[in-house]
């Protein structure tokens, strides 16, 4: 599979590692600048995750990581409420540094957290989206993310219910304040929903024992 990066290659070459490991995937690590494939969102100084990854193609419907430093959304409504860490979309896994670099949400290009615990962030957003078509888990459960104050919801698809998985859905860096809003899985408000909560709980095999034993056997993923 080919690992393409936006000039990230510290990021690129670390989470790849850990891809093998988890996943036995061999990788191909390219670097490129990627401009031609985004669609911005100008009011937001982001780009949709809806991008153009076809022109990256080798092949037809290849399947890809792409890692980017760009500001990534799920539409174009709420800029509070529509950014997202990375997405599974079609036959693409891409993943955001932006909001990962800081000790809250925010959109950073300078790193303010330890080069360690940045680049665990970026490894575990990637073989996150990885898992969601890597993974075939039946008792996954539906995420929703719930504004508090303006009941915006922004659906966030099928998630694992144990919160010491990785497959478990992350919405922010820490769990957010009740009073901002909060995930709900399964039609029930949860928390412990950062990716740094996740991060403090998770095995060193990422996975939990269920999702672990439903990892697809697929022999086309290793192409």
Same mark, same amino acid.
């Given at each position: 599979?080919?690992?393409?990066?936006?000039?990230?290659?510290?990021?690129?070459?670390?989470?790849?590692?850990?891809?093998?490991?988890?996943?036995?995937?061999?990788?191909?690590?390219?670097?490129?600048?990627?401009?031609?494939?985004?669609?911005?969102?100008?009011?937001?100084?982001?780009?949709?995750?809806?991008?153009?990854?076809?022109?990256?193609?080798?092949?037809?419907?290849?399947?890809?990581?792409?890692?980017?430093? %760009? $500001? @990534?959304?799920?539409?174009?409504?709420?800029?509070?409420?529509? =950014? /997202?860490?990375?997405?599974?979309?079609?036959?693409?896994?891409?993943?955001?540094?932006?909001?990962?670099?800081?000790?809250?949400?925010?959109?950073?290009?300078?790193?303010?957290?330890?080069?360690?615990?940045?680049?665990?962030?970026?490894?575990?957003?990637?073989?996150?989206?990885?898992? %969601? $078509? @890597?993974?075939?888990?039946?008792?996954?459960?539906?995420?929703? =993310? /719930?504004?508090?104050?303006?009941?915006?919801?922004?659906?966030?698809?099928?998630?694992?219910?144990?919160?010491?998985?990785?497959?478990?859905?992350?919405?922010?860096?820490?769990?957010?304040?009740?009073?901002?809003?909060?995930?709900?899985?399964?039609?029930?408000?949860?928390?412990?929903?950062?990716?740094?909560?996740?991060?403090?709980?998770?095995?060193?095999?990422?996975?939990?024992?269920?999702?672990?034993?439903?990892?697809?056997?697929?022999?086309?993923?290793?192409?």
């Amino acid at each position: 599979m080919r690992f393409i990066h936006q000039n990230l290659p510290e990021e690129a070459n670390y989470a790849a590692l850990e891809i093998k490991r988890v996943y036995d995937l061999p990788l191909t690590l390219e670097a490129h600048t990627l401009e031609h494939i985004f669609r911005p969102v100008p009011a937001f100084k982001g780009v949709s995750y809806q991008c153009n990854f076809q022109k990256l193609w080798h092949r037809d419907l290849e399947r890809m990581i792409i890692l980017t430093s %760009h $500001d @990534l959304f799920a539409d174009n409504k709420s800029q509070e409420d529509d =950014w /997202i860490f990375g997405s599974c979309w079609m036959n693409m896994y891409l993943a955001s540094t932006a909001r990962l670099k800081g000790r809250d949400n925010k959109p950073r290009e300078k790193r303010e957290v330890s080069p360690e615990h940045y680049l665990k962030r970026v490894t575990a957003l990637i073989l996150h989206e990885l898992g %969601h $078509d @890597l993974i075939d888990n039946p008792a996954y459960e539906q995420a929703v =993310w /719930i504004n508090a104050q303006t009941g915006y919801q922004l659906p966030l698809g099928p998630h694992c219910t144990n919160p010491s998985c990785l497959m478990w859905e992350c919405v922010d860096i820490r769990t957010p304040p009740q009073e901002e809003g909060w995930m709900e899985l399964g039609g029930k408000p949860v928390t412990g929903t950062g990716i740094d909560d996740v991060l403090e709980r998770v095995s060193e095999n990422w996975l939990c024992s269920q999702c672990s034993s439903c990892i697809k056997k697929d022999s086309s993923w290793k192409q």
